[in-house]
């Protein structure tokens, strides 16, 4: 259940309004100006998912590490760790106001990128924009750490690189016929955010309340 729960926030991250706008422009980088590759779009696209994968599963194995040698002191970790995505929704919200989860237009060159050029990109992008999917980032490595484990905090980080990196792969090679589907979420990104925050402060208070372990451990 957790995995899930993983999943469905990077796929929350990817319709997040900082990041989706971004989507058609990395396509045409990947794609390299001018007439698409679906091939050569598919490769780089591929590179890029593995990139940031890579990242973000060496921050989940990291957060489990952390949560194993803090496991004699569990209910302190999930307090802190349930106001720190309490606190990631609220900024969502809008209720606290936090520049660093807005990301900024970037101009891209294009350029014929293949796999491994994409991958490197993929790793730089995990790094560069971690403030930008930085609220449901955050909340999967703090979900991550209340496993206490390496490898549950390491594939964690995969369901989440998962949800993220699927949607990117599909829409890179149907950008063209999902341009209906980008002009709605966007129109209607106000609704988004609000429940996408209100998803993240749920999370954050059942974490903190110990609720969601016992719900995790019922459905196990």
């Not at 569990?74 to 807005?102: E, P, R, Y």
Request: hydrophobic share 55%; aromatic share 12%.
């Amino acid at each position: 259940m957790q995995y899930l729960i993983s999943f469905l926030e990077g796929i929350i991250t990817f319709i997040s309004p900082c990041l989706l706008p971004m989507l058609p422009i990395y396509v045409s980088y990947f794609a390299g100006g001018g007439e698409r590759s679906h091939i050569r779009t598919l490769k780089a696209a591929l590179g890029f998912v593995t990139g940031f994968t890579l990242t973000f599963m060496a921050l989940g194995a990291l957060a489990g590490t952390v949560g194993s040698f803090l496991k004699s002191h569990q209910t302190a970790v999930n307090i802190v760790s349930g106001l720190v995505v309490i606190f990631f929704g609220l900024s969502f919200l809008g209720v606290i106001k936090l520049n660093i989860f807005h990301g900024a237009s970037r101009q891209l060159k294009s350029t014929n990128m293949g796999f491994f050029p994409a991958l490197v990109f993929g790793l730089v992008f995990s790094i560069s924009w971690t403030p930008c999917v930085g609220a449901f980032l955050g909340s999967a490595l703090m979900l991550a750490s209340q496993q206490g484990q390496t490898l549950a905090g390491t594939l964690m980080l995969l369901a989440y690189s998962l949800g993220l990196g699927i949607p990117f792969i599909l829409s890179a090679l149907l950008i063209d016929y999902l341009k209906s589907a980008f002009d709605w979420i966007k129109r209607n990104y106000k609704v988004i955010n609000i429940v996408c925050g209100s998803l993240l402060v749920l999370i954050g208070i059942m974490m903190a309340t110990g609720t969601l372990g016992r719900l995790l451990a019922l459905l196990s």
